[in-house]
């Protein structure tokens, strides 16, 4: 390497540290609030899982829950509350059939309720996968009580097969569109409208290519409308690219549309859509080399303001494992219709190889425009419906239903991206600040259980707070939200959990409440506490921007706690930030410590050990929190401690005990010594007397043992038979017969010697009765 290049290197270094840690990436919420009970208004029954279906009833205060097998009505308001459920069970012949198909009977074989809309008489539109055999029926709440009509419908191609498998559909003027797969297989995907005429999508690669339904929403494109155009249904997925020219499968996330008033074509196109187009979406990321994989989407339009002002929120996560970022990117609709209505198609073109290739198509387009729906300039032409178009125009759309131009968010990069939990859903409300200006507030569910709260204040992305739901960690699979009573509902596979916009009551300061940034909250000066701000009867202490706390009043001196501790001995100071973003700092008699071996900075207190009369004093919890308009520092935490017998308080008075750096350590560390040299003595002396044979005298002791063998026959020829009986049992007795290890029975014959003194065991006796055990 050149000595320049490595000398940047070592410069830029730094600089790239610093970088890394003041990213947004890793930015963590202000304030993070662990799962609690309180936290929020759960519901699960034992048993029944996958609560991920939802419907909001505010017309009869309900939540209704569809879930695995069971569908329910909640209180809207506390959704802990159950007002009647009813089962939706499939028959034993039904799983019998489905577990034959090869399918799981504990898992898949089951009824997981998919769809759920409200009809224009009241009732409601259920379905369910009923063991790869989806079924749909009508369902009414009545006195209390939720009954299913048994009218059993056909569920293909409204409702998906495979309970875990996306899909999405809305019911619009009693119509439901749908957009899931149509065979059991999942090999044949569709976008369809049921009724009042069956319209579905082409079965082609081109049209829709293994795809992974996320969500759908209609416009009223039709309302005020100069041009007659008809009102539009959107559909959002992903799907492997068909337009790439690359070895490995690509995923891409797209936006298709509909007309509502499509018919299908009269030869060409019969019953299949004469609308549908679809067109890619980015969402740039850090310049990422694969593109991000749409995930959920939430459509938000302003009451007062026409529908090319709205806007969608849709989070997106890497499809590469290398990558933990998450985005949320924000489209304007008006942007995407103008794809539609003005953008070049995309073309294939066949190429020598036997691949297909894809352009940008740059011939003719007939009129009427491929895809468009029926407008006034149509209807002047005598076409006034689908069925009325030409062949020529149902033949260019079937051939390119593919848009060349890519859709690219508000500001051509995401709202948010942050590291850590993969985002799941959003939902985003809007809210008035106390200056006046509309904000708009993403909630947005992880799949660790936790929601976000984020804001975007002039480019700057702040995360308010996170909040966990679910115990254990469960990913929140659909999320809603209630503007009668300005209430979030998450779901997941073990429950269902119910949370408000703001809990501004977690704020106990001025500043605090300043510092959260939370433009539901204010802080008002004459009751002295942070409040919902559409509340508040008065005026009250918000900046939103900047986290000015130069705003509020001065606080309250902390009430300072008393805390006794003896000579020698160990207390704890408790102190809890009240935000993830602030640092803490301790003073003694207004001077800052630093933290040593005797005084431990703990990050929810002080600790301190072997305590000294140089140790009592008062001490001061500081909190310090930078925000744009300067640093700010409050006290936390007081305390006033002096020597003597043991006091009450937040403090924690820890007992002696034995020091881990004391003599009990040592004392530990002599005996285990004493333990080693003692084991090293043995061994020693057990190679020393040959109990344990060396190594390198294992062939030298093989070669003995041989000679040893020989001259114990020929002394065994030699020696008297009365002599080998009478000392033959006292090798029997030692043992007994359980040992051939020569050790062992001279070991145990020599003990026995010992322990009853028997002179007619002699040192000759033991040396022959070794030498036979040895053969």
Known sequence: MHPLLSLSVFWLLPLALTLEEDSPLDSVPRRSVPYHQDNAHLFREEGVFNYSTMLLREDLNLLVLGAREAVYALDLKDISKKHASVKWEVTQKQEEECKNKGKDPETECKNYIRILHKTEDNRMYVCGTNAFDPECDYMSYTDGMLTLEKKAEDGKGKCPFDPFQRYTSIMFENNLYSATSMNFLGSEPVLMRSSPVSIRTEFKSSWLNEPNFISMTQMPESESSAEGDDDKVYVFFSETAVECDCYNKLVVSRVARVCKGDLGGQRTLQKKWTSFL???????????????????????????????????????????????????????????????????????????????????????????????????????????QTLDLPDRTLQFIKDRPLMDQAIQPIGEKPLLVRRGATFTRIIVNQVQAADGNKYHVMFVGTEKGTVLKAVNYEGEMFIIEEVQLFEPPEPIKIMKFSNVTGQLYAGSDEGVAQI????????LSCMDCVLARDPYCGWDKADRKCVFLSSAQRELIQSLKDGDANLCPDADPAKPVNESIWPGGNLKLRCTSPSNLAKTAWERDGSPLTPSARLQFLRDGLLILNASDSDTGRYRCLSVERSKSGKYTTAVAEYQVSMGPAGSGDGTLIFPRARVDGPSVAGYQVVIALLVVSLLALLAWNFYKGHIPLPWNCGKKTTEQSQNTHEQEDLNQHAPRSAFAEEKPLVLGTDNGRSNNNHTGGAAAFSAAEEHDDPTVTLPSLKYIDDESEI
């Open 500 to 507: 408000p916009l703001a809990t501004c009551e977690r704020s």
């Open 278 to 384: 679809k067109a890619r979406m980015d969402c740039p990321v850090l310049e990422s080399q694969l593109p991000y994989i749409i995930q959920d989407t939430y459509r938000w339009c302003d009451p007062q303001q026409r529908w090319k002002d709205c806007l969608f929120f849709a989070v997106f996560t890497p499809q590469s494992e290398t990558s933990d970022l998450s985005a949320v990117c924000v489209y304007r609709v008006s942007d995407i219709s103008r794809v539609f209505a003005e953008g070049k198609y995309k073309t294939p073109v066949p190429v020598e190889t036997s691949f297909v290739k894809w352009v940008m198509y740059s011939g003719d387009v007939p009129f009427p425009r491929p895809g468009a729906c029926i407008d006034n300039a149509a209807r002047e032409k005598g076409i006034t």
